[in-house]
């Protein structure tokens, strides 16, 4: 079993940053590929960013350039920075990782950006 718990959501104007921290239970997150998706009402989860035990990451090419993701092993965190937040990046963001065959979520952090 992984829990995770986001944290850093919140309200900003267009142009802002945020980050955003989730943290994980348990002994294994180090050899955890950590991914974070949102979600806008009436739409499908968006992987957003992932990030590999050893460190690789990925982007959806709408942040490529604006979203950074980070892992610290020793707090069993992972993070996302988002800067040069635009309106469509209002969405609840949510941690996840795949593992032993389940997705584990964490309960959701809601990012709303203004313009």
């Known amino acids: 079993q992984v829990q995770l718990v986001e944290s850093g959501g919140g309200s900003v104007q267009a142009g802002g940053s945020l980050r955003l921290s989730c943290v994980a239970s348990?002994?294994?997150?180090?050899?955890?590929?950590m991914n974070w998706y949102r979600q806008t009402p009436g739409k499908q989860r968006e992987l957003v960013a992932t990030?590999?035990?050893?460190?690789?990451?990925n982007y959806a090419d709408s942040v490529k350039g604006r979203f950074t993701i980070s892992r610290d092993n020793a707090k069993n965190t992972v993070y996302l920075q988002m800067n040069s937040l635009k309106p469509e990046d209002t969405a609840v963001y949510y941690c996840?990782?795949?593992?032993?065959?389940?997705?584990?979520w964490g309960q959701g952090t809601q990012v709303t950006v203004s313009s």
């Open positions: 996840n990782t795949p593992w032993i065959g389940y997705d584990f």
């Open positions: 990030i590999t035990g050893s460190g690789n990451t």
């Open positions: 348990g002994r294994i997150f180090r050899s955890l590929l």
